[in-house]
Each structure stands twice: as C-alpha cells, then as structure tokens.
C-alpha cells in the first residue's frame, strides 16, 4: 500500500494513507488533525480498532485488511489510523516515562475515564529504584517492534536483529517517520508532500497547539539516578540507538525540504522541470 503510495497513485483521489499509531508520541494531537481538516479537504477518516488494541494482526486479517482497504471505494481518498501498519508514524525519546503516568493519572484529553493503575502514586523514580515492573526495561520494548514487523524475532526484547529490522523498515517501507519533539516540522513537511491530504495542516497545528497536544497529567520528570539506571540496560540502548536513527533520518528528510530564513522554515518550491518532450505536438 505505501510503496504504491510512493510510486503510482500518490496523491490521485483513491489515494490511501495508513498511518501507525505508537502510544504515546503525540500520535492522538497528529489524528486529530487529520480529524479537522477531513471535511475541508475531503477525504475520509478512519479509526481501525483491534481487539485489546494487540498491535499483532492475524495473517487471515492482514489479508482482509487490505483487500478491504483497497477495494473499499466509497472511503477514497481515505486516511486509517490504527495500531502495527506503516506509512507515517511518529516516535519519541523516554516515553516510558509518559506511559507510566498515563495508566496513572491518565491525560487532559479523556479526563474522566478511569485508567489501569490509578489510585498508584508511586513516582516513576519510586518504582524505578524499588525495580517495579512497571519501568523495568522491558516495558520500553515497543518502538522496535512496531516498525519490525509481523515476526517473532521483534518481540524478543534487546534483540539486535528486531533492531535491525526496524531500522530497514523505516526507511524502506515508510514515506515519512517524524519524531514527537518535531511534531510541526513534520506536519509542515506532509503538507507540502501529500497537500490533498494535508493542506493547511501546519497553520492549523500553530493556531491549535494547546488543544491539540495531549497532556499527561501530574507528570514528575525522572532524576539523573533514575535516568542513569534505566540507560544501563541494554534495551535502553537498543531503543535508543532506534530513536536516534530515526531522527537522523527525519533531519536528513526536512534538510532536503525546507529553508530557514530569519528565524522561520520554509518549504521549498518544486525543483525539478521537463524539457525536451518528444513527439512535438504540432
Ligand atoms: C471497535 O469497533 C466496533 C465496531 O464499531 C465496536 O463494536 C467495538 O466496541 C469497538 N471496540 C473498542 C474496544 O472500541
Ligand atoms: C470494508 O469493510 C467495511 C466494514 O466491515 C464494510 O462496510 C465495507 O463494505 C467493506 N468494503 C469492501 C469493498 O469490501
């Protein structure tokens, strides 16, 4: 789906965007974007929800899903958000951290709901150094093994070769991966990319950013010990060096993409033209 995206049908009305949701990036404030521009811009909006929200899909639906999605007229050009399928998803640095507060006092988006672990008021530096298992690393098991894929391997955390994977699929299988801390560079890279889908996406997001940034509440940073201890694993590390590829990789996109001038980001205009068209028409 995303490699015709590239090629063929990018930006023709039956267009299809899928874009991979990872828990807690900002992936909700980047949905609700899509959310309210959707009818301005009109295509479709369409929210795949799975069982348990298990990101792991069965192979008999992975085959329904897209011959449904792609046969699926009435919802073209239609863009699906949803857990574990690629094409535009974004990632971020510590968001162990944010989860955790999550399941505890939940965010300022969905006030009211009751979440998994509230009532807990542990801090995360408390059940850091009591070894919790609600921060031990293997919780930060989750950014690999979405952009790894549908393989056993990428669920074996501190595995090298899910790494590895996932580093492969990034850059071959995604048209855009942004990052959390960018999210308006992002946002104003897909405009100018897919603006059928997108456009006015950045004003809107710079007009908006309040209410469109989700907010975990009572959220206490770590301390430098918790940092310390946590960075001494080895799926630390691995994840880590996930972020930091990532990131190089969306610095090296939006290089290509943008101009600064005087303080602001630009995108630039199309550069490349057709000359030397044969046969002549008359
Ligand atoms: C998922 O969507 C179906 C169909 O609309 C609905 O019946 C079900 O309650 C939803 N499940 C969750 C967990 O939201
Ligand atoms: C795709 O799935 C939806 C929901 O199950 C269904 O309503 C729709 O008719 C399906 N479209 C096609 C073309 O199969």
């Known amino acids: 789906l995303d490699k015709s ?7 023709n009305d039956d267009t299809v965007i899928i874009y991979n949701r990872v828990p807690k990036t900002a992936s909700t404030s980047f949905t609700n974007i899509a959310y309210d521009l959707c009818g301005k811009n009109r295509f479709h909006v369409l929210h795949i929800n799975t069982t348990k929200n298990n990101p792991v899909m069965s192979l ?12 699926w007229r009435e919802m073209k050009p239609g863009f699906y958000h949803g857990p ?10 510590l968001r162990l951290v944010s989860y955790y507060y999550f399941l505890r006092f939940g965010d300022d988006y969905r006030p009211g709901l009751r979440r998994r672990k509230q009532g807990d ?3 995360f530096d408390e059940c850091v150094s009591s070894g919790g298992s609600d921060c031990a690393p293997e919780k930060l098991w989750l950014q690999i093994p979405f952009f790894c894929g549908h393989h056993s391997e990428c669920w074996n955390a501190g595995s090298r070769w899910a790494l590895e994977q996932a580093k492969y699929n990034l850059v071959n299988e995604y048209l855009l991966v942004g990052v959390t801390e ?9 405009e100018a990319a897919l603006p ?16 469109h940034l989700r907010k ?7 301390t430098k010990e918790t940092i310390a201890k946590l960075q001494q694993s080895n799926i630390w590390k691995i994840e880590n060096e996930f972020y930091e590829f990532a990131l190089e990789q969306f610095q090296f996109v939006r290089a290509h993409a943008v101009r600064e001038k005087d303080g602001e980001l630009f995108v630039l205009a199309q550069s490349f033209f057709y000359e030397k068209i044969y046969p002549k028409v008359n």
């Open 84 to 93: 574990s399928f690629p094409v535009i998803p974004l990632i971020s640095r």
């Open 5 to 11: 995206l590239r090629t063929t049908s990018i930006e």
């Open 196 to 211: 059928r889908f997108f456009k006015g996406a950045t004003d809107l997001y710079r007009s908006g950013k309040k209410s």
């Open 121 to 123: 008021k542990k801090t």
């Open 216 to 222: 975990t509440t009572e959220k206490k940073p770590p």
């Open 60 to 71: 008999q639906d992975q085959v329904r899903f897209v011959r449904n999605v792609t046969s």
């Open 182 to 190: 960018e999210l308006e560079d992002f946002i104003m890279i897909l």
